[in-house]
């Protein structure tokens, strides 16, 4: 039993460091949204990417507003005076920089080269998924009867992939584990 242990060691180690790191973060982050939506608005960083999905949607020629939905802790995108999409909490990226940061943290390279990569992937993706919820918002205004194939297949892929990009990039080129292979 020890062998097998010490034989897959780095693995335990990388799996109980991400369990960890993203149990955490993502702890943290339900005690935000718990205590941003007390008052049943939506948090500030939903608002946010809804303000500036709505900015960038004005910058490409569409006439787009958003307001509160009166219902839910989320934001109506109207694009056009066609009510087009609402944005939730899990539009604005947060859970998926929490797995992508909690990946690079388990296969952790120096401390700086990490923490800049996290930072920097971190803005990566959000600016991707700004771009993903306007050309979803776009596609959904052009397309609405292609709504479900949009929004369950092809964004999510998108997001995902480039998470599973910025990954691989990390894995072969800065983390620990590439230069103990070296």
Not at 127 to 146: A, D, E, K, Q, T
Not at 148 to 166: K, Q, R
């Amino acid at each position: 039993m020890k062998e097998l242990l010490l034989k897959y060691k780095s693995v335990i180690k990388f799996i109980l460091t991400f369990l960890l790191v993203y149990g955490a973060i993502t702890f943290a982050y339900k005690f935000y949204l718990d205590y941003a939506n007390a008052d049943g608005d939506p948090d500030y960083l939903t608002h946010l990417v809804a303000q500036q999905t709505d900015v960038l949607l004005g910058n490409l020629g569409y006439d787009s507003v958003i307001e509160k939905h009166p219902d839910e802790p989320s934001m109506k995108l109207i694009i056009n005076n066609k009510y087009v999409a609402r944005v939730v909490e899990g539009c604005n990226s947060v859970s998926v920089i929490i797995l992508f940061a909690s990946f690079i943290i388990a296969f952790a390279g120096k401390l700086k080269t990490t923490f800049f990569y996290i930072l920097a992937g971190s803005v990566f993706l959000y600016v991707v998924n700004l771009f993903r919820i306007v050309i979803l918002s776009m596609g959904l205004y052009h397309y609405p009867w292609r709504s479900e194939e949009l929004h369950t297949i092809v964004f999510p892929l998108i997001i995902y992939g480039m998470v599973f990009l910025l990954w691989m990039f990390w894995v072969n080129r800065f983390s620990n584990l590439t230069r103990a292979n070296d």
